[in-house]
């Protein structure tokens, strides 16, 4: 739960109606932090101590010009009270309500240089796919939304939409972004913020695209505000390391032990994140009973003291193909073929698995190779993985079951294949894997 003792609010949340501020509030009560939706603007704010406000301004079926002051005038209380940790403007999932002026008055009173907006809501038919609005399969403008009777919506475009409201430059996340994970997104917003967009709309079709542009913007390491309905303030906890989920957010250690090309390029780039530790074996040390130890000593050491300092880890064997003609050579001098020689690198690197794992908490392990898997999973003694989904195609994750790890998320991937982030998305997948009630039960 949130600490009691603290008493500046996290997050203050701007909603137009007020089952918008109750749907909205919910999905940060959720994640342990106390919210109170207001109905109207308290007399003395600094007497609040809860960790999300929620504010209805009512301020969805005014003129823009009234519902930009009413906006402004909440905030502004707000903000007189003391620093807040994130700012969230709550808009309708369906569009409906003065958007642009909104986020004027937000950004004029704040003085916020970029707002980051997702209106998406898969999980309740909501979603943004080339930039157009769809409500359940349907583009909006096709809904009766566009024929609502306070506040109808003829434009399904969202960037269109809201530029005609606002008087700041839009730019648009779109579907390619969002297929190439958390770091394709960052890249996106990094170029619209470079080319002047001060308001980026994002495509989301699915609810892990809501977590991963919130996961993006954080990574700008600049003030946001925030833009969405209730679906991606879902995910804004487990980003800004809130709340309960942010003991759940923990480190991910790859281990990527396929000498393929692809899988090279695929820990290469996940190498690049400043948030990733890196750590090369030696696997000619694994073959010698005199060094084999002290390289897992080594390996070991190294990547327990990256998860407690809250990185993830990427262990890699057969980094080059330098590296395995040495290996090869190194077991056909002992007297080992090189199927045997492979096997012996994959023993290894599964006690290698085995020590980090129980000697750490980790979100999970992301495995490349059948030997390298089996081995992992066999030194944690599991009895098998309970499959749950896919975190690309072909690329599962599930949860072991029995053994010294019963319900440690895990993601296996064959060595050549996916694309070159596959990586990056098992990683990202699993800082955010919810396991379903009772999908851990067999394990």
């Not at 109905?39 to 009234?66: G, H, K, N, Y």
């Not at 958007?99 to 809501?121: H, N, R, S």
């Not at 002290?294 to 990256?306: D, M, Y």
């Not at 499959?387 to 440690?408: D, F, R, S």
């Amino acid at each position: 739960m949130a600490n009691r003792s603290r008493s500046r609010s996290k997050i203050v949340v701007l909603a137009d109606d007020l089952t918008g501020a109750n749907d909205t509030g919910v999905q940060f009560a959720k994640q342990g932090l106390r919210s109170l939706v207001l109905i109207s603007l308290p007399d003395s704010p600094a007497e609040l101590d809860e960790d999300v406000l929620i504010v209805d301004t009512q301020s969805r079926a005014l003129p823009p010009a009234e519902a930009y002051e009413r906006v402004a005038q909440a905030v502004g209380l707000f903000r007189e009270r003391g620093p807040f940790q994130a700012l969230y403007k709550k808009i309708d999932s369906t569009l409906r309500g003065n958007l642009g002026a909104e986020i004027d008055a937000l950004m004029d009173v704040c003085g916020f240089e970029l707002a980051v907006a997702a209106p998406a809501f898969p999980k309740n038919g909501r979603i943004t796919v080339g930039g157009r609005h769809f409500l359940g399969g349907s583009p909006l403008e096709a809904t009766e939304i566009a024929r609502d009777p306070v506040s109808p919506v003829s434009e399904s475009h969202i960037p269109t939409l809201i530029a005609k409201q606002t008087r700041r430059a839009v730019g648009h996340v779109g579907i390619k972004d969002v297929l190439a994970g958390s770091d394709g997104i960052l890249d996106a917003m990094r170029r619209l913020c470079a080319e002047g967009r001060e308001v980026l709309v994002c495509d989301a079709w699915q609810d892990d695209h809501l977590a991963m542009i919130a996961m993006a913007a954080v990574r700008l390491q600049k003030p946001v505000l925030w833009v969405g309905s209730a679906g991606l303030a879902e995910c804004l906890p487990l980003a800004l390391g809130l709340g309960a989920a942010t003991a759940e957010r923990r480190p991910v250690v790859v281990i990527a032990g396929s000498v393929s090309g692809v899988t090279r390029g695929q820990a290469a780039l996940l190498r690049q994140r400043p948030d990733a530790a890196y750590i090369e074996t030696d696997p000619c040390a694994f073959l010698r009973p005199d060094t084999a130890q002290a390289e897992t000593g080594r390996c070991f050491q190294a990547a327990v003291n990256a998860v407690h300092g809250g990185k993830d880890v990427v262990i890699v064997s057969g980094h080059s193909d330098e590296v395995v003609a040495r290996t090869i050579e190194e077991g056909r001098l002992a007297g080992l073929s090189p199927r045997q020689s492979s096997e012996a690198v994959a023993e290894a690197l599964g006690e290698l698995c085995r020590r980090i794992t129980l000697n750490a908490k980790l979100g999970g392990l992301v495995l490349t190779g059948g030997d390298i898997a089996v081995s992992c999973c066999r030194r944690l003694a599991a009895s098998g993985i309970s499959v749950l989904q896919e975190v690309a195609p072909g690329i599962p994750v599930g949860v072991l079951k029995g053994g010294q790890c019963p319900g440690l998320a895990v993601v296996t991937k064959a060595g050549a294949f996916g694309a070159q982030d596959a990586l990056c998305k098992a990683v990202d997948f699993l800082k955010l894997f919810r396991i379903s009630p009772g999908a851990d039960s067999a394990a």
